[in-house]
């Protein structure tokens, strides 16, 4: 189970989680300024706004302080009227006595419960093996990827030559040599008819002996 599933589920069918206190949804995954983010927004019949913080795991004493200074900011706000909720798996004793001591609401819902109103309003949830494996397979994938980015870097700016093993450093030096053995040796001037003639010898004139 995870938090989006439960945060669905909460969203969609609250009096099946809350029935006694006729929740309406209001907004989720919304921003409060100078508090953060939010799960849930509801108002309850009393006109209250609930604002809801959902965990997919036990809770623990660090997600109760965040949510109590959550609530003392709201109120140095101004805003009285909000009721701060936590809802997870599973509380321990300990972070229920905190949460008494701060005045913040909590709720205990195991996934045996959201599995149950899922069924009831035939929402799909992935069994936990198949979630497991889901989230296997996009790590494969993305390792995957990775190795081919690897593989294959991205063309540097200096030039073809440095990535390319050489290949195309080696088919230009190949030019180059192929012409200058085709160019004439130092010291001599192609002719007519192919002949080669020393520097200042005139073209038809024998060079006197």
Known sequence: MTEKEME????????????QHQLVLRGRQQSLAGVGRFDLLFEDRFRSQILMELKAHALNYENASQVAEYRD??????????????????????????????GIQYTEINVAEFRRVAERHEFA???ADAAAAARVRRGSATNGARSVRNTFPAWPREGLCHYASGVFCSL???????ESTARPASGLRGGRNG???APGAAEGHRPAE
């Open 172 to 178: 230009r030096n190949s030019l180059f040599s192929l």
């Open 195 to 197: 002949r080669r003639h």
């Open 125 to 127: 949830i992935l069994p």
């Open 73 to 102: 900011e709201l109120r140095r706000l101004g805003h009285g009227n909000v009721v701060m909720w936590l809802v997870a798996p599973q509380i321990p004793h300990s972070v229920r006595e905190f949460l008494d001591d701060k």
């Open 8 to 19: 669905d589920l909460i969203a969609a069918y609250p009096d099946d989680f809350f029935f």
